[in-house]
Structures are given as C-alpha cells and as structure tokens.
C-alpha cells in the first residue's frame, strides 16, 4: 500500500496553528480562528458554560471548545422551535423549496470550505468528504424539484362518484428531533432534515460531539440560503445528559446510529405514541456470481469495503465469491487493495483515510487480532499505522472467518472485509441472510435481470447490482433503510418526506347524506346501498 504523510496544520482562511497554551484558552476555540469558530458555535443553544474539546485526528490537532446544552436549554430549543414553526407552516411550499434550491448552490460554492471541514473532524479521506457535498446537493435539489408531486392535496375516489369529494392533505408534524452520527458528518447533518423543513416542520438537531462543527457549518448555510434561524436549533451533548429530552419533547425522532440505541429510542417513542425511523447497524454482504466481470467486481468491493475507512452503514464486510471465479477474485482484490493510497490528510490522492477515534482503533485492532487467534488469515493488511496517523490502520482482507470470531457476525465498522467461498446461489443467498442485520447488499454479475432477481431474495432495504453502495444512495427517489435489526422507516424517496407529516383526510358530501333519506327504512336503505355497491363493482369502480 502507498503512504501519504499526515497534513500539517495551516490551510488557508480558517485553520491556524492556535495558542500557545490552548488549556488555559478561554476563547473556546484554539486549533480553529476563532472568529470562525464563534460564527459557527453561536448556534448551539447553550447557557451552561461548559464546554466539549474537539480534536482532529490528523495528528491530534486542536480544533475547538464546542458550548454545551443542558436538559433547560433542549427544552428552551424545542420551545423556539415551536413557535418558529407555526409561521414557517404557513408559507408555501415554492417558497420553502426556494430555500433548498438556494442551499444545493451554496453547497457545491462552498465545498473546498465544508471539504476541508469535514477531513479536519473525522479524518476522511478528501474525496469521500466530496461526497457528502454532492449527495446533501442531491438530497436538497430532489426534494425541491418534487416538494408538489409529494405535498400537494390529493384528490382520491369518494365513497359515491360525484356526490363525495374527499382529499388527502399532508400536515407537518410539528417539531422533529434528529440525531446524527459522526461517520457523515455534513450528509447526516442535514439530509434527514431538509425534508422535514420542505413539509414544515422545525428541527432540533443534536449531531455527534466528535463532528459538531461541520454540522454548525452545514446550519449556517441554512441560514444563508434564507432558511429562518428559528426553524433549526442545535443542542450539544452527551445522548445520556440530553437525549432524553430531546426525544421526551419531539413530535417525530429521526436517529441513526447503533442498533442498542435504536431500540432504546423506539421504546421511548413508543411510550409517546410518536414515530420515529431509526437507521441501525448492519453486515453487509456482497455477492459475487459465477458469470461476474472479475474487475469490476474487485473494483466495486475496494470501494464497497474501505470507503470512508470502513466507517459507513452501508459498507461491506462479508464477501461470497462463487468457487469458479475465487482464485481470479482474490487476487484482484488483493491487488486493488495493496495499491490504495494510505494517509491522515487533505491530499486528493489518499485513497483511504484515518478512523475517526481511538475507540474505532480498538474494536479494529481488537476484531483483527481475535480473528487471527482463532486461525483467520490475513491476505494484506492487519496493521495500526500510527506512522501515517494515531488512528490510520491498514485496509484488511481477511479468510478462514469462523463463527467463533468476533468479526464474523458484529458490526466491525472500519476496513476490514470477510471473503468466503460458495458454491451454489441458494447457499449465498441464505448465508447473506444469516444474522439479524438488513441494511444493505450488493451483487456481482454480467445478467442484470438475474441479479435483480436474486436481490428480491436478500433481506435487506437496499441492493445494488453491479455496485457497491452508490446506486440506490444516490438514487434519492429510491427509498433507503434497513430491515430486521438494521432499523425501521426510510430516508430518501416519497417515505423520506412523507415521515414528517401526518396524513389527513377531509371529505365533503354533496346533495344527499349517507344515511337514509326520503322517510325510507334502514332496512329499505340497506337495500338501496347493496344495490349501489353491486352497480359501482359492474362499472368498475375502486
């Protein structure tokens, strides 16, 4: 594998080499300008005096002091929140998708900035921080351009042709609480949210302590973009001290993280009887047929296993590779793997970046090492590579995974990749389907239609044929989530917007009542009614 020397402090207009004594700093921001930082952290609503330390892991670098909310101060955002959004409700909806349509372009103007961002906090390589701008830019541009085709009242059949007209109307829920994970730290922030806004609703965001200043950029834009400040407020903390009362006072939570958490909201929620929709843990696995272009696929699982170092839902950690194209597989896999580039830094040429904490390094490391223990083999990789940066390990292909090892059924979350062997595609398809995971999935094959068929039978929310992970994540009229343990409800598509309403049905009746009329009996009026439905099932109607 290539190495690229960790980056050095210093890229123009916003990072600086900080104080000399950042302990004693009480300007709350040292490894950051701290005029920027104060433009940034002004957002988070904040009356506690106590303060986050946020370092990069580039080298440990110093960023900021991040402001930290109390349970008052969530109450405080949610009560903003609320009377923001009786107004921002009332506008309509050109005028709310204006505002996304102004963001898509303030993303793509800004990205060097939100780039640059989004690698000093979770250490990504540059351009998989790209990829949040693009996949956010797609995210506020979908919905904008289709805000009507999802919102709009819909007339739908009365229950008498002529006489009934009824409609279905989508009413904002309220106030919906989002909690975001530190892996996509610009996506994530924001991407759950804009349909919510686009609906009218207000937002409270609690986005991850180890990532908030990205996310208090991506709120700025808001701002800029002309959404009104009140409609987004931000709180920042420990879940333990204030998810809870983010999740006691929200009208709908949208979280995405672990599975324990998961189901730990869901039960909260459910004590409320407010929805929620939870993105979870998952294995993903990948297939690889018989009649597979070996390139590509090897090319796909380089991407579909170390982008973002691993550290994305929907990456993969278990490859089947069918016994006729095995041997060809692995080697081009091998191959691929052993040429990326390696570093902690803001190079366009690394190719795969740092994990993001020490506690990513331990499960890695600790995965790894167990699986060799119990007589895995390490094809390339298996190494912490401090050299390079304090969280960097090497991209890892592992064979010979057994049941018995800790990589094999949880969640690794970081480079490192399972290949086994099959022989028939029963067999893959039901060991793809083991475990309690369902996110998502992909498979290899030179028949699209018999791997759009074969996906039908895996039990995840999203596959991909002839792609990692990339198809249906940037396809945003496709629905995205995870089955089984994986979570419940879906981000993207018509499901990803209509989460955040409640549907409501308005019918008015025209000329006669649905009730006996005329001076007739019920039981003359049950006559008339049965020959009513008779007649209406004749003509053909719903």
């Known amino acids: 594998m290539s190495e690229q020397s960790p980056t050095t402090p210093g890229r123009p207009g916003h990072i600086t080499d900080g104080p000399a004594d950042p302990e004693h700093d009480s300007s709350a921001a040292y490894g950051l300008d701290r005029s920027y930082v104060a433009s940034l952290t002004r957002r988070v609503a904040s009356t506690s005096g106590e303060t986050h330390a946020v370092s990069s892991p580039i080298g440990h670098t110093p960023l900021a002091h991040v402001p930290q909310s109390s349970q008052a101060d969530v109450a405080d955002a949610f009560a903003r929140a609320r009377k923001a959004q009786v107004s921002w409700a009332a506008t309509t909806i050109d005028q709310r998708a204006a505002c996304l349509l102004r963001l898509h372009d303030l993303l793509l103007d800004r990205q060097d900035e939100l780039i640059d961002l989004v690698v000093w906090e979770s250490g990504k390589a540059r351009k998989d921080a790209y990829l949040e701008v693009a996949h956010l830019a797609l995210t506020a541009r979908y919905y904008a351009r289709t805000a009507h085709e999802h919102l709009d009242t819909q007339r739908v059949g009365g229950m008498f042709p002529l006489l009934t007209r009824a409609e279905v109307h989508r009413v904002p829920k309220g106030v919906v609480g989002i909690i975001s994970p530190w892996n996509y730290p610009l996506t994530m922030a924001l991407c759950d949210g804009l349909p919510a806004l686009l609906a009218g609703n207000a937002v409270v965001a609690k986005p991850d302590a180890q990532t908030m200043l990205t996310a208090l950029l991506a709120v700025q834009l808001l701002d800029e973009a002309g959404f009104p400040p009140e409609v987004w407020q931000v709180v920042a903390g420990p ?304």
């Open 239 to 542: 879940g333990p001290e204030i998810g809870g009362a983010l999740v006691a006072a929200a009208d709908y939570i949208c979280f995405t993280g672990s599975t324990a958490t998961g189901k730990l909201i869901a039960r909260q929620c459910a004590d409320r009887l407010v929805g929620c929709s939870l993105e979870l843990g998952g294995k993903n696995p990948m297939l690889v047929l018989r009649d597979a272009d070996v390139q590509r696929a090897a090319e796909g699982a380089t991407r579909a296993v170390f982008s973002n170092a691993g550290q994305l839902c929907v990456s993969m950690e278990r490859l089947f590779v069918a016994d006729q194209v095995y041997d060809r597989f692995v080697d081009a896999f091998v191959s691929r793997t052993e040429a990326m580039t390696l570093g902690a830094g803001h190079d366009w040429s690394v190719d795969m970046g740092s994990l993001i904490s020490q506690a990513q390094l331990d499960t890695v490391t600790a995965h790894v090492e167990d699986a060799v223990a119990k007589g895995a083999q390490v094809l390339t990789g298996g190494r912490a590579r401090p050299d390079l940066g304090p969280f960097v390990y090497e991209p890892t292909i592992l064979e010979g995974v057994s049941a018995d090892m800790q990589c094999f059924g949880h969640e690794t979350f970081g480079p490192v990749v399972a290949l086994y062997r099959f022989h028939s595609e029963d067999e893959a398809v039901e060991r793809a389907n083991d475990g309690s995971y369902g996110l998502n999935a992909s498979v290899y094959t030179r028949d699209g239609a018999r791997g759009r068929a074969l996906a039908r039978r895996i039990k995840c929310g999203t596959v991909n044929v002839n792609e990692a992970f990339g198809a249906t994540f940037g396809s945003l009229g496709a629905p995205m989530g995870g089955m089984r343990e994986s979570g419940m409800g879906r981000r993207q598509g018509a499901e990803g917007i209509h989460r955040y309403t409640e549907a409501q049905s308005v019918a008015t009746q025209r000329l006669v009542p649905i009730a006996p009329m005329f001076g007739m009996s019920e039981e003359v009026n049950a006559k008339v009614l049965t020959a009513s439905l008779r007649l209406l099932n004749k003509l053909g109607r719903a």
